[in-house]
């Protein structure tokens, strides 16, 4: 049976505790176990993530996917969540969810290779007044079958965040096999045209992350 298309899900970066930096990339790996079929099967995709840079390596993010707002009520009801709540105090300074709307997706990878997937970037920008639908249009329309040909970017996701209205605030999250594929990708069309479109679309410029995936699950 086909996979459900992704449409809704949880964007939730994290601040560990200076002293628990450690603790939490485990406790974040272990969590996939959460995850699986078995307890979630609504849950679609699911990642734990880490900056790998030293100026920001307390920071720590869960993304994941459903393709209803009954598997993202799931997914806060299941263990996982129970599990990040249970150790807010001990291993957190923060902890933050915003729900997404998933404008459009690439999910290029079987559940048996989601293991190699390393890297990802997590790319944040938002619309002027007034460009919010465009914006959201050219993630929805133009920027598809540029990411379709690139071979080095198997999973990509564009996304807004809010339940209602139109939202301003964007991302796109996107993973790749190595480091080489993600400076391909920086280099690459879909790059080029937000940036060509910057002027006209964007409020202000591209906030990008460059993160290492602890933990990942694909169906």
């Known amino acids: ?25 485990s ?37 994941d996917t459903s393709a209803s707002q009954e598997g993202v009520q799931a997914h806060l009801n299941g263990k996982a969540a129970e599990a990040l709540i249970a150790n807010k105090e001990t ?13 459009a997706s690439k999910v290029g990878l079987k559940t048996q290779d989601s293991g190699k997937v390393k890297k990802g970037l997590i790319v944040l920008f938002k619309a002027k007044d007034g460009k919010e639908s465009e914006l959201a249009e050219f ?34 999250v996107d993973f790749f096999f190595d480091d080489e594929g993600r400076q391909s990708h920086l280099k690459g069309k879909v790059a080029e045209a937000l940036i060509a479109s910057a002027p006209e679309l964007l409020d202000g410029g591209l906030d990008i992350t460059e993160v290492d995936i602890l933990a990942v699950k694909v169906k």
Do not use: C, R
């Open 91 to 103: 291993l957190f300074d923060d902890i933050q969810i915003k729900q997404i709307n998933i404008l």
């Open 1 to 25: 049976m086909a996979t459900p298309t992704p449409s809704q899900g949880l964007f939730a970066p994290l601040k560990s505790k200076s002293t628990t930096i450690s603790q939490v990339s």
């Open 139 to 172: 993630l929805k329309g133009p920027a598809i079958p540029l990411i379709e040909a690139e071979e080095f970017t198997p999973i990509w996701y564009a996304l807004n965040f809010g339940s209602s209205g139109a939202p301003k605030e964007f991302a796109i």
């Open 27 to 63: 406790f974040l790996t272990s969590a996939l176990s959460f995850v699986q079929d078995e307890f979630e099967p609504q849950t679609l995709q699911w990642f734990s993530l880490h900056s790998p840079a030293s100026s920001s390596s307390q920071a720590f993010w869960i993304f």
